[in-house]
């Protein structure tokens, strides 16, 4: 079976990666530094935002906003360039990473949001520290220290709108995780449809179903009666000017 095409749309992106067989990829401080300025180097040069990131043992997060269509291009340059240090470093051969990465276009803010905390909580989650303060291989730390923030963590979301607010950053990093409504939210985003020309035409065909609803409760109906043709969920919030959550949202209570 082909694979599904990559999205390539401009916004946002959460990324997982993880190590081959689940191993180890970064075995020392030295290791962790390495891909951090080589992350850091990637996401400058290729006109990106990195709004959170963690380096974990065997895998590592990347919250990141793009302008272009490149992120394959980012990835590949970020990985390659990591996998050569390691297999050099520790005398290896062969693949460093599981298959490629993995992403999910984050639809809406308050996926955002959640991602945000989530992918700074995983240390704890882990049960790797009791306090994610004391974590040193993620974006936290640097938010705690806003003389120390690099170069490519200073356009980012909790930069911008907190600064150096260490009682608001730290009360919004620490907020609890819903983890059902992560979910929710990430089944929803994984829907998200690559862009092709091709469906332009059927976008238009997609629009006249929805011209002369009256209400909620039409719309609704003719939301479930467009998945039934075939239209994406992606498609038909593009068409209705709605969030892709929604969508979802009427789709999953028409299921009870």
């Known amino acids: 079976m082909p694979r599904k095409p990559r999205i390539e749309l401009a916004g946002k992106y959460h990324i997982i990666n993880r190590g081959v067989a689940q191993m180890t990829i970064f075995k020392e401080l ?15 040069d290729f006109g990106m935002t990195i709004h959170n990131y963690c380096l974990m043992g065997n895998h590592y997060h990347l919250l990141l906003e793009i302008q272009n269509e490149n992120l394959s291009k980012f990835m590949r340059q ?9 297999n ?25 949001y959640t991602l945000m905390c989530y992918i700074e909580q995983n240390p704890l989650k882990a049960n790797m520290v009791k306090d994610i303060a004391e974590y040193p291989y993620s974006s936290y730390h640097y938010f705690l220290n806003y003389q120390e923030i690099p170069e490519c963590l200073q356009q980012s979301w909790i930069v911008k709108n907190y600064k150096d607010d260490i009682e608001a950053i ?7 995780v819903d983890y059902n409504k992560l979910q929710e939210l990430k089944k929803a985003s994984s829907l998200v449809e690559a862009p092709n020309v091709d469906n332009r035409p059927q ?6 179903l929805f011209e002369n609803i009256r209400n909620m ?10 998945i039934e ?8 919030a593009k068409v209705l000017c709605i969030s892709q959550p929604a969508v979802h949202g009427v789709v999953k209570r028409s299921r009870k």
């Open 229 to 236: 043709k075939g239209y994406s969920q992606h498609m038909i």
């Open 203 to 208: 976008q238009k065909e997609c629009q006249k």
């Open 78 to 86: 970020l990985n390659m360039n990591y996998s050569i240090y390691f």
């Open 30 to 44: 030295a290791d962790y530094e390495y891909f951090e300025e080589l992350m850091c180097f990637y996401v400058t």
């Open 170 to 176: 730290e009360a919004f990093l620490t907020n609890p």
């Open 217 to 226: 409760q039409e719309r609704n109906k003719m939301i479930l009666q467009a």
């Open 88 to 112: 050099k470093k520790y005398k290896r051969a062969g693949h460093l990473w599981q298959g490629r990465f993995k992403s999910w276009y984050v639809t809406d803010e308050a996926y955002f």
